[in-house]
């Protein structure tokens, strides 16, 4: 039997209709959250929206599956060391929920419109549904193992781009100031003058969505944490591109420095990485 029906259950159609509630919900509390706290450091923030999106959709997907297990970002003890513990903890999970509630809570907070929810669904330790949500403009990514990926019912793929040279590449600088953020640096630095352009507009999993329907050439970021790609991982590889550590090892669950692209300048793009020593921290 296929893993995303069970029971006449489609795990993507509730992954799709979770994803857009959470997001509705967030978007209507644009502009209207009541607190800002710190987690792991002052550039490490949560609102009580995030909060609230989670245990949204906590509720709304234990409903359905209450033999599956949850791992959301904020039901985590903030920090790299307990994140990679907690996914220790439920990786050997047959079913297991890995989700960002706000993915871009800085961007949120300023009412920048770069935000996203993201929902995946690993089977025996892969992921087999990733949705993306983009609230402020109303998208919807969805990919299912081995049937492709969609933007709003229509098939997604990769860009044509060959060489570095004529691609826009993405990264993303992180909380952690002393350790990814340096690694992320030195990446942009050694990459700039190879690539047509980078942006780094605050939401992972965005970047890993337009990466997959072909906005973006590609995307690397170091530091990242299994909820932030899991989805986007998978969107990828459904539209034809490819998805690696930043050392070229294939995508894992555990992969915190991420690489993905439209396969085309994925070699490039890595070695550019390993010239400069930016593969990780
Ligand atoms: C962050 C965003 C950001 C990336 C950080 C992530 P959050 O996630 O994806 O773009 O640079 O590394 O932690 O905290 O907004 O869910
Ligand atoms: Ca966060
Ligand atoms: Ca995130
Ligand atoms: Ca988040």
């Not at 998805?243 to 890595?270: A, C, F, M, S, W």
């Amino acid at each position: 039997q296929e893993p995303y029906v069970v029971g006449g259950k489609s795990f993507t159609a509730v992954a799709i209709n979770t994803a857009a509630k959470a997001g509705q919900w967030i978007k209507s509390r644009l502009g209207a959250h009541n607190s800002v706290d710190m987690k792991y450091s002052s550039h490490d923030l949560v609102t009580e929206v995030d909060k609230g999106s989670e245990k949204m959709i906590r509720n709304l997907i234990m409903t359905h599956f209450p033999n599956h297990s949850f791992l959301g970002e904020e039901g985590v003890e903030p920090g790299p060391a307990a994140s990679a513990q907690a996914l220790q903890n439920v990786r050997d999970a047959e079913y297991l929920w890995i989700v960002d509630p706000i993915d871009g809570t800085t961007n949120f907070i300023h009412g920048f419109p770069f935000y996203s929810v993201s929902i995946a669904l690993a089977y025996q330790g892969e992921v087999v549904v990733g949705v993306i949500y983009d609230p402020s403009r109303d998208e919807l990514f969805v990919a299912e193992k081995g049937k492709g990926a969609y933007v709003h019912g229509q098939k997604m793929s990769v860009s044509a781009e060959s060489k570095l040279s004529d691609s826009l590449i993405a990264t993303g600088l992180p909380a952690d100031r002393l350790g990814a953020l340096p690694a992320n640096l030195s990446g942009i630095q050694a990459l700039a003058p190879k690539v047509r352009n980078i942006r780094v507009a605050g939401s992972a999993a965005l970047h890993l969505a337009y990466v997959a329907c072909g906005r973006l050439t590609g995307f690397w970021e170091i530091g990242l944490n299994s909820w932030d790609i899991a989805a986007g991982a998978l969107l990828i590889q459904e539209s034809g591109g490819q998805v690696t550590d930043t050392e070229g090892k294939p995508y894992t669950l555990d992969v915190r420095n991420i690489i993905g692209t439209n396969g085309r300048v994925h070699q490039e793009l890595q070695q550019g990485l390993a010239d400069s020593g930016a593969t990780g921290f």
